[in-house]
């Protein structure tokens, strides 16, 4: 079984790391747990999806359930570092998924739905999940190499992801998550600003994802540096 990663003498800039090492030592001593909550986060995400998917073709759903996926691969990321396994590609998409999600919805919930008529506790609980989705992408780091090859991996799914949400939908309509805002009349409407602010959204954090996947990859490959700065696993 593998445990907490110890510090070298390596350095991570905050925008790469911005996490304090207490928290990233805590969370990885109690990574099942993290497992866990990321586990049942899924069978939610699925369960909030459900309607969704029962309107798309069997063969798109891979791309319509994007935030219970991305937690699906965090777990599995965690699973598979705890237990010696090197799965670079699910590093990745993990690490790309936790971010572009994670950020993704509470910028549309907050700037293009609004709260409407959704549960005040669910509206909320939407918002503050994700945006720890994003902050649990900065853990992996910590065991994952960043390897170029698996960076290519994670960016082409999820500039894949891009196309067929919002430019190019292989089968039936775009694929992204529905949104309260592109409701008008009883009708899904494609054509107005909330569905281009939020492929904008998009495809800048798949583009942001890209950079700061590459940037730690950069970092991790310098020259140990200064022992008393922050260190990188």
């Known amino acids: 079984m593998t445990s907490v990663p110890t510090a070298t003498t390596n350095r991570l800039p905050s925008y790469l790391a911005p996490l304090p090492r207490r928290v990233e030592d805590l969370a990885l001593r ?5 497992v866990a909550i990321n586990l049942a986060g899924t069978a939610f995400g699925f369960w909030y999806y459900r309607f ?35 799965v670079e590609w699910l590093h990745m998409l993990a690490f790309f998924g936790n971010i572009k999600l994670g950020l993704w919805t509470p910028f549309v ?37 960043f390897s170029v090859s698996a960076v290519a991996v994670a960016t082409v799914w999820y500039g894949l992801n891009d196309i067929v949400d919002y430019f190019a939908p292989l089968v039936g309509e775009f694929h992204h998550t529905f949104l309260r805002a592109e409701l008008v009349n009883g009708i899904i409407d494609h054509s107005g600003q909330a569905h281009d602010f939020a492929a904008a959204a998009a495809v800048t954090l798949t583009l942001a994802a890209t ?7 950069i970092k991790k490959l310098e020259p140990s ?7 990188l696993d």
């Open 225 to 231: 540096g200064d022992p008393s700065k922050r260190g």
């Open 30 to 34: 109690y990574a099942w747990a993290i």
């Open 109 to 145: 919930q907050l700037v293009l739905n609004g709260a409407g008529d959704i549960e005040p506790w669910l509206y909320w609980f939407l918002i503050v999940s994700h945006l720890a989705m994003s902050l649990q992408s900065f853990l992996i780091y910590r065991y994952a190499e």
């Open 211 to 217: 950079f700061l996947a590459l940037a730690t990859r």
């Open 52 to 86: 969704q998917l029962a309107q798309t073709p069997i063969v798109m759903w891979p791309f319509v359930p994007d935030s219970p996926a991305a937690t699906l691969f965090v777990a599995l990321s965690l699973a598979a570092w705890k237990l010696d396994y090197d």
